[in-house]
């Protein structure tokens, strides 16, 4: 078992190549770790701004409520 490099970190995070480069190894890390892909969040705030079944108007009832 090998250790994730920062560039196939930063791709999972759907960031560009090299994103974090200029900051520390441990840095780079912490920050991707830290850090919420873009991609699942874009799904979801979709998913809120026009629910389209009735299991997803209800959890947006629960979450604003």
């Given amino acids: 078992i090998r250790k994730l490099t920062p ?11 090299d994103y974090t480069n200029g900051i520390a190894i441990t ?5 991707l770790g830290n850090a919420f892909n ?5 799904h979801i705030l979709r998913g809120l701004r026009s629910p389209t079944t009735a299991t997803t108007s ?7 409520s």
């Fill in 27 to 31: 840095n780079r890390y912490k920050c």
């Fill in 58 to 64: 209800a959890i947006v009832r629960t979450i604003i």
């Fill in 7 to 17: 560039i196939e970190c930063e791709r999972l995070q759907s960031l560009p190549d």
């Fill in 38 to 42: 873009v991609e699942v969040v874009a």
